[in-house]
């Protein structure tokens, strides 16, 4: 028994705001405390942030998609909180790209944006919104949002002895 493992992982943000579980060795009980192996890492060769818009639903492509396909869910791919999750974002992160977003629509020169822009305004106006409590029906019962401020790292390690 003394030779069991447990697994140690990291956790890792996704650009579209998932959080995911990432195994990066197995611990091992060495007398008081503990030995870590660590397996196999590389680094890729792109940063994850680079490729973010092009999968996030916020820039969509080039095509007019129709109907319910053009909700945006991630900030654009500027400032703090890039290509991060709109849904329980700071109300700071918010009003910042909220400026930006009319910034863009008050331009002329860059009207060729403009229904972007007026879908990201429009999905942090409703963010904003419901973090006030006049969103949709039964915001209110739901906890404020987390900020960078709250995250701790240990998010789901009650399992890990150590």
Do not use: C
Request: proline letters at 7%; zero cysteines; charged letters at 25%.
């Amino acid at each position: 028994m003394s030779d069991q493992g447990y697994p140690v992982t990291v956790a890792v943000r996704r650009p579209d705001g998932r959080t995911e579980q990432v195994r990066v060795g197995t611990a091992f009980r060495n007398g008081d405390g503990f030995t870590l192996k660590l397996g196999e890492m590389s680094i890729g060769s792109a940063p994850d942030a680079a490729p973010a818009p092009r999968r996030s639903s916020y820039g969509g492509g080039g095509g007019g998609g129709g109907g319910g396909g053009g909700e945006v869910t991630v900030f654009p791919n500027y400032g703090r909180s890039k290509g991060g999750p709109i849904h329980g974002a700071s109300m700071q992160d918010l009003e910042y790209y909220a400026n930006g977003a009319r910034r863009s629509l008050n331009d002329p020169s860059k009207s060729r944006w403009h229904d972007r822009e007026r879908a990201l305004l429009a999905a942090i106006e409703a963010e904003i919104a419901r973090q006030r409590g006049g969103g949709d029906a039964g915001g209110g019962d739901e906890p404020p949002p987390h900020g960078d401020d709250d995250f701790t790292g240990n998010d789901d390690d009650g399992s890990i002895p150590f």
